[in-house]
C-alpha cells in the first residue's frame, strides 16, 4: 500500500506492516510498539525518534528535550495524522474497487458520480466488464427501483444493468447455460457482478434477438414524466427486460411504475411516446 507522504515498514516486535510519516520518521503498531522510518525499535522499547535528512528533529523527539507532555501530545498528534491518510486510503480504495474482491468493482472506474448516478451512464459504464466475461454479451435490459426526475438513481433503493450472452442462453448444456446472463448490481459503495445466472428454458432463447439501443434515453423519459406529477424528491421504478418484452406492447418499451405519481405505463424505447 503506497500513500503519498509515508513509507510502510515491518514492526520488529510483531511483524505488522506500519506507516511511517516521512515528516517525521516514526510511526505507531497496533500493537504498541512505535517504529522508525529504518524499521528500528526493540521489543517492548520505544525509540528514539528520527527525522528525514536535512530535516531538523522534531521537539516533541525523545533525546530531544521537551516536556514528558509534549511528548504524549507529539504521539497522539501523529496518530491522528495516520488515521486520517488511513481514513483517506479506505475512501479511494472503495471509491475504486468497491467492496474489493473478485466480481466487485468502484464507481471511480465506471467514472459514474455515485451520488448523481445517471442511469443512461450507468448502462454504458459496464459494456467493457460485459464484454470481457463473454464476447457476444449484448445489453439486455435494467430494473431501476428509484429514479428520480432528472433522470439519476437512487441507488440505496437498487439497481440492476443486465448484459445477456445469446450463445450460452441457447446452449442445453448446463455447464454453458448457467452463466448466460449477467447482472451488475449497482449499490451505494460499487457495482457488484460476480453472480452467474442461466436461464429456464434454453429452447425460448433459440431465436432471440438482442434489443435495439433506446433512442429514448432515461433523462429524456423523465423529462416527459416530470408533466405527469415526477417532480421534487419523487421518483418512479423503469424497467425493461428483453426476455419478457412480449408481454408488453409490441414495440420494444420502458416500463414505468410508481405511486407518487400513480402510474403503470409503458413508453416507446424509440420516440418516448407512451405504447399503453
Known sequence: MNIPGFNQVPCPKCG?????????GTGFCRCGNQVTAAGGGAPGAAPPMGGMPGMPRMPFQAGAG?????????AVGMAIVLLVAGGVWTMFKTDMFGAGGRGNIGYLQLAIDPKKPDGDAMMQSVAGLATRWKRDAVWWGVNYLAVHPDGTVDLEKGATVTYASLSSARSYAKSVNRDSLKEFSFGP???????MTGVLNPKQWQNAEPPNQPRCTIKQLTQLLQAKGLTGSKTVRITYDQQFAFAGPAEPSWRVMGEDPKIDSYFSMATCAQTK
Do not use: D, E, H
Not at 16 to 24: F, G, K, M, S
Not at 66 to 74: D, R, V
Open 16 to 24: 505488522q506492516p506500519v506507516l511511517v510519516a516521512q515528516a517525521t
Open 66 to 74: 521537551g516536556s514528558p507532555k509534549a511528548k504524549i501530545f507529539g
Open 189 to 195: 459503495t460499487g457495482v457488484n457482478f460476480s453472480r
